[in-house]
């Protein structure tokens, strides 16, 4: 998935468990907060070109995408969000704002930078 572009964008996952014929419960409760989510065989980048402005686009929620990677490039704030992903690049000469909210469940916060 592509993002880019100027104007305003504001992402937002489902905060409550909606009901649907057919589907159980325990499998509704899972896209609680999902708001990316990629398979786990897939590979590809999710890519995100925001404007120059740096406030003009705001996600909150899951962002999930195991074995692939999340490329940002312009500024942001990413609001409340929890990212599992490979890799995370950052480009451009805005700033983002990632505010952590834990979502998922995980044993260990881990924060690595590579250069």
Not at 2 to 23: C, E, N
Not at 39 to 62: Q, R, V, Y
Not at 79 to 90: A, E, L, R
Request: glycine share 14%.
């Amino acid at each position: 998935m592509d993002i880019t572009g100027s104007g305003v964008l504001k992402l937002a996952a489902p905060t409550v468990r909606h009901s649907a014929s057919g589907v159980s419960p325990q499998t509704l409760a899972g896209y609680k907060n999902m708001l990316i989510w990629q398979d786990d065989s897939c590979t590809e980048t999710f890519k995100f070109a925001g404007s120059s402005s740096g406030t003009d686009w705001t996600a909150t929620g899951l962002m999930y995408l195991p074995q692939g990677g999340m490329q940002v490039t312009g500024g942001g704030n990413f609001g409340s969000v929890q990212v599992i992903v490979k890799t995370f690049s950052q480009g451009g000469g805005q700033s983002i704002t990632i505010n952590f909210s834990r979502y998922v469940n995980t044993d260990t916060q881990q924060w690595k930078l590579r250069e």
